[in-house]
């Protein structure tokens, strides 16, 4: 198969049966006004020969069909995520999250994330099979999207480091996250591991003492 590779010069597509690999970038140097060749997150396009990518110039979109690369906004993309509907999502710096609809170009921002925490920076985004999206902030816990469905309207919840509930949240930053297949969720944070049961709506933590090397 394809793997699509970001890194500090441009992307590369890799042929693992081959192992041949191209190089490309967003911008060749001495065209037009700079922009960072820096990728730091890149996602594939279902069914589409569609690559986006987010630098820290902003998203972008290259057509491979066409050879077109179109830019789509400035601010610095930290993360995307593909939606069971094809909308994608972008999580940034300092500037939450937005929803990008690939078909009609409609850019949706959501201003309530950033009422419950202004300047927030998403590392991570994911899917549950419900349809309920989880994003993992920089320094700002964890935010639950509810969608609804038409007949309840959508709702956020935010999960924030709390040292003195042993159920809450030990991370203040959630920079990966994980569904295993008993339903249970995972965050990785710069403090640990977090598990979330949903039927308890409890946490667990996992987190290394200095002084015990079992842990």
Same mark, same amino acid.
Request: aromatic share 14%.
């Given at each position: ?28 140097? $001495?065209? $037009? ?6 990728? %730091?997150?890149?996602? @594939?396009?279902?069914? &589409? ?33 593909m939606d ?10 300092? @500037?939450? %999250? ?5 078909? &009609?170009?409609?850019? @949706? +921002?959501?201003? +309530? ?31 639950r999207y ?20 042993? +159920?809450?949240?030990?991370? +203040?930053?959630?920079?990966? %996250? ?9 965050? $990785?944070?710069?403090? $640990?591991?977090? @598990? ?20």
């Amino acid at each position: 198969g394809i793997i699509w590779i970001g890194t500090r010069e441009g992307f590369n597509r890799l042929d693992s049966r081959t192992g041949k690999i191209q190089r490309f970038y967003l911008q060749e140097r $001495g065209q $037009g006004t700079p922009i960072s060749n820096e990728v %730091i997150a890149l996602i @594939k396009q279902p069914f &589409t020969k569609n690559i986006w990518i987010g630098t820290p110039d902003g998203l972008f979109l290259v057509d491979q069909a066409s050879g077109r690369i179109r830019h789509y906004d400035d601010t610095q993309v930290n993360s995307l995520f593909m939606d069971k509907k094809g909308n994608l999502w972008a999580g940034t710096e300092y @500037k939450g %999250i937005y929803r990008l609809n690939p078909g &009609t170009g409609e850019l @949706k +921002r959501f201003p +309530r994330m950033m009422e419950i925490m202004p300047a927030i920076t998403i590392r991570s985004i994911f899917q549950a099979p419900s349809g309920v999206i989880w994003f993992g902030a920089d320094y700002g816990g964890l935010f639950r999207y509810d969608p609804g469905n038409g007949a309840s309207p959508p709702k956020w919840s935010h999960y924030i480091y709390d040292h003195r509930n042993p +159920r809450a949240l030990h991370s +203040r930053s959630v920079l990966c %996250i994980y569904r295993d297949r008993g339903g249970i969720f995972w965050f $990785g944070g710069r403090s $640990g591991i977090d @598990k979330w049961d949903p039927r308890t709506r409890a946490f667990g933590n996992f987190y290394h003492l200095p002084n015990n090397p079992n842990s």
